[in-house]
């Protein structure tokens, strides 16, 4: 089961990064400095942990959210979107582009009984 999406921007973005940086991966801020921002990294430069769930995939890439923060978000689908701004945190390729990732969320509806 997926619990990511992208909306057209954001696979655009996404396109332009990996065409120039090769595979990346998105790990879910939790907050803080970064806000909500997905942060997007190439595949190999950013360690996962052991408690790392991955929500799905897009545009072919994996997004992940550490399990603490799982537990919180576990009914709501991430939608990743790409807005004008400049990237999200410093470590992020997003950054320094005119247009930056943004996570927005859709609350999923329990199944009834």
Not at 12 to 19: D, M, N, Y
Not at 37 to 55: H, I, S, T
Not at 73 to 102: E, Y
């Amino acid at each position: 089961m997926t619990q990511v999406s992208a909306t057209e921007p954001a696979l655009t973005l996404l396109a332009e990064i990996v065409a120039e940086h090769g595979p990346v991966l998105f790990h879910q801020s939790g907050g803080c400095c970064d806000g909500s921002a997905p942060m997007c990294y190439p595949q190999g430069e950013f360690r996962l942990g052991e408690n790392d769930v991955k929500l799905g995939e897009i545009g072919g890439m994996p997004v992940y959210m550490s399990g603490s923060q799982y537990e919180g978000w576990k009914h709501t689908d991430l939608i990743i979107d790409a807005i004008p701004g400049l990237g999200g945190g410093q470590f992020s390729l997003d950054n320094g582009r005119p247009m930056r990732f943004l996570t927005r969320s859709d609350i999923c509806r329990l199944p009834e009984e």
